[in-house]
């Protein structure tokens, strides 16, 4: 079993930035990796993805402003995130997928408010 756990989140005003980290209990080498993120009454939203060789991918929605990366000697997976908008406001989770199973995190929340 892997366990994912986030950390970074808070309350951030309008413009503002925030890092999330993603902390796997096995190693990540070689392992695609992704946030998605959940708010109130919305369905869960993918917002980045890294996979295993370092390619990276973004819906419009937060391409130029979101950036993943990962660090496999740390088993931590990244999220920065700059010009945050108050429609960025959700749990954010980090997922992980290790031989076709897909692993989930508990999440870290994100406000984005003035």
């Known amino acids: 079993q892997v366990q994912l756990v986030e950390s970074g989140g808070g309350l951030v005003q309008p413009g503002g930035s925030l890092r999330l980290s993603c902390v796997a209990s096995s190693s990540i080498f070689n392992v695609d990796m992704g946030w998605y993120r959940h708010a109130p009454g919305n369905r869960r939203e993918w917002v980045a993805g890294i996979t295993g060789g370092g390619s990276t991918n973004y819906p419009d929605s937060v391409k130029g402003r979101f950036t993943i990366s990962r660090d496999n000697a740390k088993n931590t997976v990244y999220l920065q995130m700059n010009s945050l908008k108050p429609e960025d406001t959700a749990v954010y989770s980090c997922?992980?997928?290790?031989?076709?199973?897909?692993?989930w995190g508990r999440g870290t929340q994100v406000a984005v408010s003035s």
């Open positions: 997922s992980a997928t290790y031989h076709g199973v897909l692993f």
